[in-house]
């Protein structure tokens, strides 16, 4: 499918042999994916496509993610109709080089780093350090009751999810649109209901806008307050991105300490942290 692409685009328009080679594997790596949905690399369309590029935001570098998106807006452009000439796919940001190299903090950093924020951040820093949430996501929050979590397909979701935890059921918005559940101890849960907005405001992180319902920070600016946080107190920062390496590796002790394989442990920690994917929460754990 991918050969019969590139053979639509070669030489009219791409000339580059090296770009074909680059091109036609990205395609064949989307190709695989959507067949492991059922369906063909033609039937991708441009919500499919950012979605497919989010997930691969975790496991490869930015360059990498470039040319697949590359590869996908010359095929919708030339082949599939899916774009006009002029029209781009969103940018997506490579998180491949914070899974590899971000380390965790101890609850004692995290409680230290969260003591020298403002509350609208030290509140947002407790929250992710306790849910393992991404920055976006934090703008995304509102109670499961009013947004219920998506059904993955084909992954159900486990029993044992929040296994021997306590708090309250929320949503957010994580990678590709996927509404999922994630649970906030009730003391925080409290702390954030106080803080509701009467009306949800429009904020934009990084060209995309989100509806955000609490008066916390989040997303870019969330991410910088916690870095300069970091530095002041503990004189070095692995980046937000950290305390989703301390969700993982937290609730993995949890979870083995209560009976889980490891194997199973993997499972149920890759739903919760949202990308659904064991040889990824296997990185975090490092």
Not at 75 to 87: I, Q, S, Y
Not at 232 to 252: D, F, I, K, P, T
Request: net charge negative.
């Amino acid at each position: 499918m991918a050969g019969s692409i590139m053979r639509e685009l070669q030489g009219v328009h791409i000339k580059s042999v090296g770009t074909v080679r680059n091109y036609e594997q990205a395609l064949k790596n989307v190709a695989t994916a959507m067949a492991n949905q059922g369906q063909h690399l033609r039937d991708l369309d441009h919500d499919r496509a950012i979605s497919y590029l989010e997930h691969r935001a975790e496991e490869v570098g930015q360059k990498s993610l470039d040319i697949e998106r590359q590869a996908i807006q010359s095929m919708f452009r030339h082949v599939t109709g899916k774009l006009d000439d002029g029209e781009t796919l969103r940018v997506v940001r490579s998180e491949h080089e914070q899974v590899l190299h971000s380390r965790a903090y101890t609850p004692e950093q995290t409680h230290a780093i969260a003591d020298n924020q403002r509350e609208e951040n030290a509140l947002s820093t407790e929250i992710a350090y306790a849910a393992g949430l991404r920055a976006k996501e934090l703008i995304t929050l509102l109670p499961i009751e009013e947004r219920p979590a998506d059904i993955r397909q084909n992954k159900e979701p486990l029993d044992e999810k929040f296994m021997g935890r306590e708090g309250q059921r929320y949503s957010v918005i994580g990678k590709g649109g996927l509404v999922r559940e994630v649970m906030i101890p009730d003391n925080l849960a409290q702390r954030l209901e106080d803080r509701r907005l009467d009306q949800a405001i429009e904020v934009t992180d990084r060209n995309i806008i989100y509806q955000q319902h609490y008066n916390i920070s989040a997303g870019r600016n969330w991410s910088q307050s916690f870095s300069y946080s970091s530095q002041q107190v503990l004189g070095w920062s692995n980046g937000a991105h950290g305390l989703r390496h301390s969700y993982a590796q937290e609730r993995m002790d949890e979870l083995r300490s209560q009976g889980l394989t490891r194997e199973y442990a993997l499972e149920v920690v890759s739903q919760e942290l949202g990308h659904f994917r064991p040889d990824i929460t296997e990185i975090y754990l490092r």
